[in-house]
Every structure is written in structure tokens, then in C-alpha cells.
């Protein structure tokens, strides 16, 4: 009975560590936290203004991803050619890319000068680098690939046996794919969704290279953040403070549906 | 003639007096003797640890390579950033040994929280246009960059070069609205060397160091702005000889030719 309920202590010592880890630095924050100059802080328009932009591109970002990444992830997860395997290793490549690495090839390719953004200029007049647009194509860029990596292993995984019984009734490949294989797969959509949300909310590399910071246009509270601790640590503080409680309000709002959705079949 | 030279021999003797221990530093130290330097009463070794502001790069990477030279079993390690990132980062604790600064108020703000002590000021350094080689949007002096329709990258606001910008266009009274507010100077180069803006306001030295990547748009006197460099070895350093004979090194008169061939003048 002993043996049963005991964990053993190489097990629990560095998870206790790694828990301890994970929280210290939180814990930290909430200590530090000015909280009796937090109402000024937050009233600031630039506050208001970068938790706008953040909220707005990571959403963004998210329902491009959804959009394109969920069929990506269905060729991905069902193709039988060759070179599927080659992209599934090459989209899924900015999920270890570094950001700042990211946000130099975006310059590249779709800024002013870059080899679609050159044309994409000169035909339209349109640039992508320092616009709020430019801020959401470099937040899809970096989350994008978490949900697809996500949502193809759902895909992979899904039973089969669902989407040929639709067929046989006489579904088409389509009806099949929205009616069947997408609620099949929800629970990872979800989760999928979340990460890439999360991602998008955090990302700070790729944005500041590629879109710039200018408050209002493309500075997110990441950006805020981090510029403001070279002039006002307090401030930094108190904006970290916010995208804590932003992060915690969407894993709190996520989370029951989550683990529901995780549980039934 | 004769007298010139003695003259240049005196400044160069009176400069390596307020330096307390740079002698194998000057140029006459090492000139003269073949044999390895006078030999000065602490050894020189070990790792200096140099933050240095971003528009330093080009030169203290050069006077850094020439005091590893001068002193055998030394190694300098430079951490290049934004002045006021690199004082926030010395005021919570990072190893550094000496700090160089573009701006006093940085320095100020170190000093302030008593991570460094008895700064002094070694180079001064004054505002130019960068334009990309094509210079796109015809930009011919600073009035241009209040145009509508020119993309404009400056520093932000809190870094010097962000600050002395905006000393520049109040003299000049006009209104720019940049597209982007870099993180530091090299940022703002980048920017404008990869033509994704059309004009940068940077350093002097910035434009002379980036050579054929950027052109230069001159700012004339009368609205141009500088800002001064102050160097401090830091008190919590742990190899306070050789931070002394590098910050030493900066303020002789062979790290001032340096600093005046990468365009820095004398504060």
C-alpha cells in the first residue's frame, strides 16, 4: 500500500525543482509589482494602445492561421506524395527558428526592397514593414506552424473508419471534411488555437525586425515592455504584469472547455 | 618643426600622467622600447568586460584588438546595446568592468545607483542623415525628413541617439514622425541599409563606419546636435587593473586617434 501511494524521490525532487523554477520568476513579478502606481501605469494611452495591438494582432494572427494552417495541416496529414514529409520538416521550420531570424528573412522577402515585396510595392504602393499589418504577418509567421503541427497530428490520429462511412452515404470529399473530420478533430483545433494565440501574444523577435516599433502602429506590449525597462523599469513591471494576467485569463477561460473536450471522446 | 613635436611629445606625457597606469599604452612607450613595455606594478590580464553604447562598435572593436595587442594574456569582451539598456543592465547587477556611454544621463543613471564612479568624458559625437545609396526619396537635408510620404527611422526616446535627434529637429523646428522607433543606433543603420526606410538620423561615425552601405546627408552646425561619451571603470569589478588600463587606453592619445579616424572630435 506503501509502495503504491509513495513517489519516489528521484522523481519528485527535480519536479519540485522544476515547478519551484517555473513559479520563482512569477512569484518575483507579483512581488515587485508597483502595484499602488499600477492604475496610472495602465491609463496611459501607449498601455491602452499596445494591449489593443496586442490582443487585436495575436487574434488575428490566430484566424489567419486557422484559415490557411488547417488545411495545411490536412494535406500535411493526408498526402501520400513524396515531398510531403520535406515540407511538413521545412513550414514547421519557423518553430525553431529564431524570431529574430524570422523577422530578417520576412524583411527580405516582403520588405521594400524584398523579392515579393519589391513588386508588391511597386504595383501597389503597398509596404509591409512598420504597419500593424506588418505586425500580424510576422505573428502568424512565428505561430502559425503550432497550430499546424498540432491540428496534423489530430488529423493523423483521427479514425478513419468516420470519414468513409460519410462517403459511403454519399457525402462529398468536402462535406466530409467540415462535417466529420474538423469536429473529429476539435479538441486539438482548440488546443492548436490556444498555443498559436499564446505564441502570437509573446512574440517580440520577428515584430521588432520586421514591423518596427512605433506606439499605436506596431509596438505590442512585448515591445513595450522591453523598451520600457531601459527607461522606466517600473512601468515594465507593471506591463508584465498585465501579460501575465492576460495569459492566465486565457488559460482560465480555455481550460474547462479544454479539459471537457480532452475527456470525451 | 622641433618645437611641434616636443609640444605633441608633452601632451602625449601629460595625457599618459592622468591616465594612472596606461603607459605601454602611448604610442611613445611603444616606440621606443623593442623590449615588452615599462613594466608597471600590477599585471595587465584577464577579461575586461566593456558595455559599450552601439554607435562605439566599429571603434572600440578596433581599440580593443590594439589593447589585447599592447598587453599580452588579456582579452577584451564587449557587450554593445543601447546606452540606456546597458545602464539598466549595469544598475541590476551585470558583470561588467567598464561602462561606455553616448549620453552623460545614462552614465548619470549608473552613477546614480552607485554602480560606477568618477566618470570622464572621452569623445563627443554629432547627428548626420543616413539615406540608402539611392537615396529614394531624394532627401537633401533635415527639412526633407518632415515630409509626408518619407519613411523616417529614429532611435526611441530614451536612448541618446533617440534624444539627440530630437535636439535636432527642435533647433531646426520642424515635426518628424518616424515609422519606427529603433531599439539603438545600429538598428536604425540596418534599417536604412536594407532600404526598408528612407532616411535614418544616426551618428556621425555611424555613417563613416557603414562606408558604401549608406550615404550621408550632412546636418549643418547651426541645427546639429552632439552628445558626449563618458567612460567609467565600474567599482564592483573583478579585474579593476586591466578595466583601469583599458579605460586608460580609451582616454590616451592613441585610443583619441582611433576614436578621431572613426570620426568621433574631443569632448
Known amino acids: 500500500m506503501q509502495a503504491r501511494g509513495a513517489l519516489p524521490w528521484p522523481l519528485t525532487v527535480p519536479a519540485a525543482v522544476a515547478a519551484a523554477f517555473l513559479l520563482v520568476p512569477l512569484v518575483g513579478l507579483l512581488v515587485r509589482a508597483p502595484w499602488r502606481g499600477l492604475p496610472r501605469v495602465l491609463a496611459t494611452t501607449e498601455v491602452v494602445q499596445a494591449l489593443r495591438l496586442s490582443l487585436l494582432g495575436a487574434t488575428a494572427a490566430t484566424v489567419i492561421s486557422l484559415a490557411l494552417g488547417v488545411p495545411l495541416a490536412w494535406v500535411l ?18 518553430l525553431v527558428l529564431p524570431p529574430v531570424v524570422g523577422g530578417v528573412a520576412l524583411l ?39 497550430l499546424v503541427i498540432t491540428v496534423e497530428g489530430a488529423f493523423r490520429a483521427a479514425d478513419r473508419g468516420y470519414e468513409e462511412a460519410a462517403a459511403t452515404l454519399g457525402a462529398s470529399r468536402l462535406a466530409v471534411f467540415t462535417r466529420v473530420t474538423l469536429p473529429l478533430v476539435g479538441p486539438s483545433l482548440l488546443a492548436g488555437s490556444v498555443l498559436c494565440f499564446a505564441r502570437a501574444l509573446g512574440e517580440f523577435g520577428a515584430t521588432i525586425t520586421f514591423a518596427g516599433n512605433f506606439p499605436g502602429r506596431t509596438q505590442t506590449m512585448p515591445l513595450a515592455v522591453y523598451l520600457a525597462l531601459e527607461s522606466d523599469p517600473e512601468a515594465a513591471i507593471a506591463l508584465s504584469l498585465v501579460l501575465l494576467l492576460v ?19 | 618643426m622641433n618645437r611641434a613635436f616636443l609640444s605633441l611629445t608633452a601632451v602625449a606625457l601629460v595625457l599618459t600622467g592622468c591616465g594612472s597606469s596606461g603607459a605601454p599604452g602611448t604610442s611613445a612607450a611603444r616606440a621606443t622600447s623593442a623590449s615588452p613595455g615599462v613594466p608597471s606594478a600590477p599585471a595587465v590580464s584577464g577579461t575586461v568586460n566593456v558595455f559599450a553604447a552601439a554607435s562605439l562598435k566599429e571603434a572600440f572593436t578596433a581599440l580593443g584588438t590594439s589593447f589585447e595587442a599592447a598587453h599580452p594574456g588579456t582579452k577584451v569582451v564587449f557587450n554593445f546595446g543601447p546606452s540606456s539598456g546597458l545602464a539598466t543592465q549595469i544598475a541590476s547587477g551585470a558583470p561588467a568592468d567598464v561602462f561606455a556611454s553616448a549620453s552623460t544621463k545614462s552614465m548619470d543613471q549608473v552613477v546614480k545607483a552607485g554602480a560606477a564612479a568618477a566618470p570622464r568624458d572621452f569623445a563627443k559625437n554629432t547627428m548626420e542623415i543616413a539615406v540608402p ?31 539627440t535627434a530630437a535636439t535636432v529637429f527642435g533647433k531646426a523646428r520642424i515635426m518628424v514622425t518616424p515609422v519606427t ?62 578595466a583601469q588600463a583599458f579605460t586608460d587606453y580609451v582616454l590616451s592619445t592613441d585610443g583619441g586617434a582611433a576614436l578621431a579616424a572613426a570620426g568621433f572630435v574631443k569632448p
Open chain 2, 133 to 163: 545609396p539611392k537615396n529614394p526619396a531624394g532627401i537633401a537635408g533635415v527639412s526633407d525628413l518632415a515630409k509626408p510620404g518619407v519613411k523616417v527611422a529614429l532611435c526611441q526616446a530614451a536612448v541618446p541617439c533617440g534624444s
Open chain 1, 108 to 146: 527580405l522577402a516582403f520588405g521594400r526592397q524584398g523579392i515579393v515585396g519589391r513588386h508588391l510595392d511597386a504595383a501597389t504602393g503597398i509596404t509591409l514593414p512598420f504597419t500593424t499589418v506588418g505586425v500580424v504577418v510576422a505573428e502568424t509567421f512565428v505561430a502559425m506552424p503550432f
Open chain 2, 181 to 242: 522607433q529603433e531599439v539603438d543606433v545600429k538598428a536604425v543603420l540596418s534599417k536604412v541599409s536594407l532600404g526598408e526606410v528612407d532616411a535614418g538620423v544616426v551618428y556621425v561615425t555611424d555613417v563613416l563606419a557603414a562606408g558604401e552601405k549608406v550615404k550621408g546627408v550632412v546636418i549643418p552646425a547651426d541645427v546639429n546636435a552632439s552628445t558626449t561619451y563618458p567612460i567609467a571603470t565600474l567599482p564592483k569589478s573583478t579585474n579593476a587593473v586591466a
Open chain 1, 247 to 265: 495569459s492566465v485569463a486565457v488559460l482560465a477561460g480555455l481550460r474547462d472547455r479544454w479539459l471537457h473536450a480532452g475527456s470525451t471522446p
Open chain 1, 77 to 94: 496529414a493526408r498526402s501520400r506524395h513524396r515531398g510531403i514529409a520535406v515540407l511538413r520538416a521545412l513550414v514547421t521550420l519557423p
